[in-house]
């Protein structure tokens, strides 16, 4: 099951401004929990169309876009709520997901830090942090542990183990 509802009716109490887009949101969603997810993005198209700068139907055709793999449209509507809306955290942290999911853990890091920045208790934004900084925490290990003159033991050690936390955060391999 997606967790797409639960984020869209996150996005749609986390943005505040006028509720003109409310009713077309809970139609979209109502088609994304009926199997018809190209209708509730039309939805949201349509929506969008008529006000253009609604961050909440943008934010949500976004994470609709996230879950339909259309990852390329869904980081530049993040991006561009980002510039738009820079006070929102959840642009920021979804986007420091599909950057981290690209290997772009910098680039990751920095958005959920904007995101932690403006939303200290958003556990999503800390949590994808801390994954993050696990992985960064790895890469710079595994340079560490390389062998070599300047090679370090410990590292090679701590590579380890953060590998195997990392391969458990991740769940069994498919």
Do not use: C
Not at 35 to 44: N, V
Not at 100 to 125: I, M, N, S, T
Request: no cysteine.
């Amino acid at each position: 099951m997606s967790a797409l509802p639960a984020l869209l009716m996150a996005a749609s109490l986390s943005f505040a401004g006028p509720v003109l887009a409310a009713g077309e949101l809970e139609k979209a969603q109502q088609q994304w929990l009926q199997g018809h997810q190209a209708d509730a993005k039309k939805t949201l198209e349509q929506a969008l169309g008529e006000d253009p700068n609604n961050a909440r139907v943008r934010f949500a055709l976004a994470l609709m876009r996230m879950e339909s793999g259309e990852t390329a449209q869904a980081e530049t509507l993040l991006r561009h709520l980002t510039e738009d809306f820079p006070d929102l955290a959840d642009p920021f942290n979804n986007l420091a997901v599909i950057l981290a999911g690209r290997g772009e853990l910098d680039a990751a890091q920095d958005a959920l830090q904007r995101a932690v920045a403006l939303q200290p208790d958003h556990v999503q934004a800390q949590e994808n942090l801390g994954d993050v900084l696990l992985q960064m925490a790895a890469r710079a290990y595994g340079i560490a542990a390389r062998p070599g003159p300047q090679s370090s033991v410990n590292a090679g050690l701590k590579l380890r183990r953060t590998q195997e936390l990392l391969r458990h955060l991740n769940g069994p391999a498919r």
